[in-house]
């Protein structure tokens, strides 16, 4: 089943703006990660955070964990056109085989 | 690197008929492989996972004699759904695992089931 939910659902933000995604889950995690889809296509790797990390950098990607309060948030700086896609967080549960159990989504609408 | 293909992209069936998906690791060895199911304007469904000549793992709901699932080498893996009814049609989305100490999966571009 879902155990990840992201808010906003959807978000349009002007070209320079940053984008701030949230992700929420429900039992203990190993780790999180966050996808990209472009419409109609296949997923593409972010970043993954391990449950005992806080903070991790990609580029203009910051992604937080707070294991606290079960959430994760994504934030995308100077956003771009290009960066217009659905981006979804993943968990794999402790004691998984790895499998990823993936939230509902934020579309993201960067506006040139 | 990296790099998962799916074949085909598209397809169109009749009802009744059987489909055969595949998914390939085309540059490393997938000890692991994973099928989703993805609706329009929906997030991924895990259906299966499948580790390289052994029974593949089945998601609860998701039927193991409809949705066949075949991992007989370390760079491909099948999905064949049987019977096709219109309510099967949706985006099918395989991803691969090479490394059993690693947690991240690539995937493939998908593809676009659809039954009339």
């Known amino acids: 089943s879902q155990q990840g939910e992201e808010d906003p659902q959807a978000l349009s933000i002007q070209e320079g703006e940053n984008a701030t995604m949230n992700c929420s889950y429900k039992?203990?995690?190993?780790?999180l990660q966050w996808y990209r889809q472009n419409s109609g296509r296949g997923l593409v790797h972010l970043i993954l955070?391990?449950?005992?990390?806080r903070e991790k950098h990609s580029g203009r990607l910051r992604v937080t964990l707070d294991t606290s309060k079960k959430s994760s948030s994504l934030l995308i700086t100077a956003s771009r056109a290009a960066d217009t896609a659905s981006y979804f967080c993943?968990?794999?549960?402790?004691?998984?085989?790895?499998?990823?159990?993936f939230g509902k989504g934020t579309k993201l609408s960067v506006k040139p | 690197g990296a790099v998962v293909s799916q074949h085909p992209s598209r397809v169109i069936c009749k009802s009744g008929t059987s489909v055969k998906i595949e998914c390939r690791s085309l540059?490393?060895?997938?000890?692991?492989m994973f099928w989703y199911r993805q609706f329009p304007k929906q997030s991924l469904m895990l259906m299966a996972t499948?580790?390289?000549?052994?029974?593949?793992?089945?998601e609860q709901g998701v039927e193991k004699d409809k949705f066949l699932i075949n991992h007989a080498s370390l760079t491909l893996s099948t999905l064949t759904v049987t019977s096709a009814h219109p309510e099967d049609s949706s985006f099918y989305i395989c991803?691969?695992?090479?490394?059993?100490?690693?947690?991240?999966?690539?995937f493939g571009p998908g593809t676009r089931l659809t039954v009339t």
């Open positions: 991803s691969a695992r090479g490394d059993r100490g690693s947690w991240e999966q690539y």
């Open positions: 039992t203990s995690i190993n780790n």
């Open positions: 955070i391990r449950s005992n990390e």
């Open positions: 993943a968990t794999v549960y402790g004691g998984s085989q790895g499998n990823l159990i």
């Open positions: 540059d490393f060895q997938a000890t692991t």
């Open positions: 499948s580790n390289e000549g052994s029974k593949a793992t089945y």
